[in-house]
Structure formats: structure tokens, C-alpha cells
């Protein structure tokens, strides 16, 4: 009998460690969504082109800005490092992707 008593109390504690763990699991963060959109002194110009869309990004802010191309139902731009004054064209080829916004990243 003294072995079941110890089996039933190493039952009893490793279920209890179970169960204060599986909270923390399901705790864990989701993954990260793409920034908002960029302020207004990030100008966008968009531009259709037969085989899918421009866009030049000038930064106005007066400070350096990472931001990217958000592309709906396509991938989207990489992160770019706009130092202020700074330029950038995103071109991309293809014929699902459509111009989204611009996100800060």
C-alpha cells in the first residue's frame, strides 16, 4: 500500500506542475503585426506600371524613419532605413499585389 500512496502523490504533483505550467504556455506572445501606418511627412507616390506598381518614398520628418511597403495580397517590402531627405523606390512586379498603405517597422 505504501508504494500506491507514494505513486498517487508523484500523480498528484506532477499533475499540479502541469497544471501551473499550461497557463504559461498558452501565454506565450502571438507574432508580430506590421507597424502602423507612417506618418503623413513620409510621402507616398504611387504609380500604376504594366507589370504592377511603383512607389517613392520621400522622408519629410526631419528624422531618420524605418518604414516598409505594405503590399495586400502579395508580400510586402522589406524595412527601409530613410535617413531625413531621403528617398527610396519600391518597385514591385506581379498581378495580385496591390498598393496597401506604408507601415512604420
Known amino acids: 500500500m505504501r508504494a500506491t500512496g507514494v505513486a498517487v502523490v508523484t500523480?498528484?504533483?506532477l499533475g499540479g506542475a502541469l497544471a501551473a505550467t499550461a497557463p504559461a504556455a498558452s501565454a506565450a506572445?502571438?507574432?508580430?503585426?506590421?507597424?502602423?501606418?507612417a506618418p503623413a511627412c513620409v510621402n507616398r507616390y504611387v504609380t500604376g506600371t504594366v507589370n504592377g506598381f511603383d512607389v517613392l518614398l520621400t522622408n519629410n520628418c526631419g528624422k531618420t524613419m524605418r518604414v516598409k511597403v505594405v503590399v495586400k495580397y502579395a508580400s510586402d517590402s522589406p524595412c527601409y532605413t530613410l535617413r531625413a531627405g531621403a528617398d527610396k523606390l519600391y518597385n514591385y512586379e506581379g498581378i495580385t499585389g496591390r498598393y496597401d498603405r506604408t507601415a512604420v517597422c
Do not use: K, N, R
Not at 29 to 37: E, M, Q, R, Y
Open 11 to 13: 500523480a498528484a504533483v
Open 29 to 37: 506572445p502571438a507574432a508580430p503585426a506590421a507597424g502602423g501606418t
